[in-house]
């Protein structure tokens, strides 16, 4: 396995425990469906939570959250109306970022809680 994917892999469980012990209930990990990802899903007092996890093993550029464009919104935005609908949910959104930084045993978790929002149109 690539370097960058075993990177993002531990980034994810890391993410993941974090998230439970926030008290959210994991629904769905590296949920894909057609041209749909979205790296964690979970639930937390009726609301639906999209959590999109950057991992890296460097800040010095920029930090992991920055990757998440524009674009990647309305991507994972998207996905959470996929499978919102395929799912039957009537539940409030809210999407989330968790950046690692995770350089040799040690990690750096910075957690974004309502990092965006889906605008109406």
């Known amino acids: 396995m690539a370097a960058h994917i075993e990177l993002g892999k531990k980034g994810e469980e890391i993410a993941g425990e974090f998230l ?27 609301t639906l939570v999209i959590v999109e996890v950057k991992t890296r093993s460097s800040n010095v550029i920029l930090e992991p959250e920055a990757a998440v464009t524009r674009d990647k919104q309305r991507h994972l935005i998207a996905a959470a109306n996929t499978y919102i609908r395929l799912k039957k949910l009537d539940l409030e959104v809210r999407f989330d970022i968790i950046s690692i930084v995770i350089t040799g045993e040690e990690h750096r978790l910075t957690y974004i809680p309502d990092a965006f929002y889906a605008m109406l149109r």
């Open 20 to 46: 439970k012990k926030q008290g959210l209930r994991i629904r769905e990990t590296n949920w894909r469906f057609s041209r749909y990802e979205i790296d964690i899903i979970a639930e937390q007092k009726g």
